[in-house]
C-alpha cells in the first residue's frame, strides 16, 4: 500500500474525515481512490487501467464500459465515443429489465447469493478464500493508515 491522505471539509461532526485520498502499490502496479462524503450525489468510480484496455465502472449505478486499445485519429475518437455511448445505453437497458424484473442485485447480494449456491451445490467459490483472505488484510491497512493520517490533523 501507498499513501493515504485524508482531510474534514463538511459539517457531519460525527463524521472524523470526510475526504480521501489513497494510493496503492503491488510490484509494478500502480493505483488510487479518491472518495468524497461531501458531493452532491452518491458517485463511486472505478477505472482499472490494463495494457489492453481500460475498464470504466459506475457502482452506483452498475453500468461498465470497456475502452479498447484505440488509434488516435480523428475517426478513431468519434467511434470511440460512439462505441462509449452504446455501452452505456446497453448496461442502462439491462439494469431497467433487472429492476422491472424485480432481479436487481447489489454487488454484495450478489456476490452473498453466489457464494451460497457455491455451498449448496458444492461447486467453486465465485472468490476464493485466499482473495478474500487479500482484500480484507488491504482494508485492515488502509483503515490504520486512515486512523494515522487522521491523528496527524
Known amino acids: 500500500m501507498g499513501d493515504v491522505h485524508v482531510s474534514k471539509v463538511g459539517e457531519y461532526a460525527w ?39 481500460i475498464l470504466k465502472l459506475d457502482i452506483i449505478n452498475a453500468t461498465v464500459i470497456l475502452l ?6 480523428r475517426f478513431g475518437k468519434g467511434f470511440d465515443s460512439l462505441r462509449q455511448a452504446t455501452q452505456l445505453t446497453k448496461s442502462t437497458l439491462k439494469n431497467i429489465a433487472r429492476i422491472a424484473s424485480r432481479r436487481w442485485l447489489s454487488g454484495h447480494e450478489m456476490y452473498i447469493k453466489l457464494f451460497a449456491q457455491s455451498l449448496f451445490s458444492d461447486s467453486e467459490s465465485p472468490v476464493t ?7 480484507v488484510k488491504t482494508l485492515e491497512e488502509a483503515c490504520k493508515r486512515i486512523e494515522t493520517a487522521e491523528k496527524k490533523t
Open 129 to 135: 478464500a485466499e482473495d478474500g483472505y487479500k482484500v
Open 15 to 53: 463524521m472524523k474525515s470526510d475526504e480521501l485520498y489513497a494510493t496503492f502499490k503491488a510490484g509494478k502496479k500502480l493505483g488510487r481512490a479518491y472518495a468524497s462524503f461531501n458531493a452532491p450525489r452518491n458517485a463511486i468510480f472505478v477505472s482499472l487501467y490494463g495494457i489492453e484496455a
Open 68 to 73: 479498447p486499445k484505440r488509434k488516435t485519429s
